[in-house]
């Protein structure tokens, strides 16, 4: 019954190498987010997608792309890893009429920059 | 700006209560969410407060002062399972965009 599925739960990558992050949903809900969190800290919003289209946050590094080929999938792009990137990037998704503005998460993917 | 200010880590004993606080500061206001993270999982949506007042669900309360700018969660019969940490929030407008607060660890000890 998994509704935010984050794939692969744990990514390994060398500095400087691109990776890509994906995340699907069965909810068939309009807005999709990513986040990146790190230890002991909130989860700090990068991007999020309402239907097609894109909004990014100021201070999202350049390095961070995101792409939404349809409503169920969403995919993060981060072109060259830095060590600073290392963290759990979380999906989310939530729908607009939804007065509680609950986000419903995925189990995040773990990813280590060697 | 938004902000939300919560203390960074509560103990307590199994079979306690506790009362974790926040404050906010925002710009236009639609509500005060919770969210509850267990290490290395994903946050979880635990309660919602629009409206001034006390919202019950089982062991777990919130509650919200519009005029204070305040809210808290309280946790009753704490278990040890309940050791994780919690985030209030609130939406930065737009389509659902949440603010989280820092994030205030609970342990929860025999």
């Known amino acids: 019954d998994a509704m935010v599925i984050q794939n692969p739960r744990y990514q390994v990558t060398q500095f400087g190498k691109p990776v890509t992050l994906s995340c699907s949903q069965t909810l068939n809900h309009n807005v999709m987010y990513w986040y990146q969190q790190k230890s002991s800290q909130a989860p700090k919003l990068l991007f999020h997608y309402y239907d097609k289209d894109f909004n990014n946050e100021a201070d999202t590094p350049d390095n961070f792309q995101s792409r939404r080929p349809n409503t169920s999938f969403c995919f993060l792009d981060i072109r060259s890893p830095g060590l600073g990137d290392a963290a759990m990037y979380l999906c989310a998704t939530s729908r607009p009429t939804d007065s509680t503005d609950t986000q419903y998460f995925g189990p995040g993917t773990r990813l280590t920059v060697l | ?109 025999p």
Not at chain 2, 21 to 43: I, V
């Open chain 2, 1 to 109: 700006g938004q902000s939300l200010e919560q203390p960074s880590e509560v103990t307590a004993v199994e079979g306690a209560i506790v009362q974790i606080n926040c404050t906010y500061q925002t710009s236009g206001f639609y509500g005060l969410s919770w969210y509850q993270q267990h290490d290395g999982g994903a946050p979880t949506f635990l309660s919602y407060n629009a409206l001034d007042g006390l919202e019950e669900t089982g062991r777990f309360s919130s509650f919200l002062s519009r005029s204070d700018s305040y809210g808290y969660l309280l946790l009753q019969e704490l278990q040890m399972k309940d050791s994780a940490s919690y985030f209030c929030a609130v939406r930065d407008g737009g389509y659902n965009k949440l603010i989280f607060g820092a994030g205030t660890r609970l342990a929860v000890h």
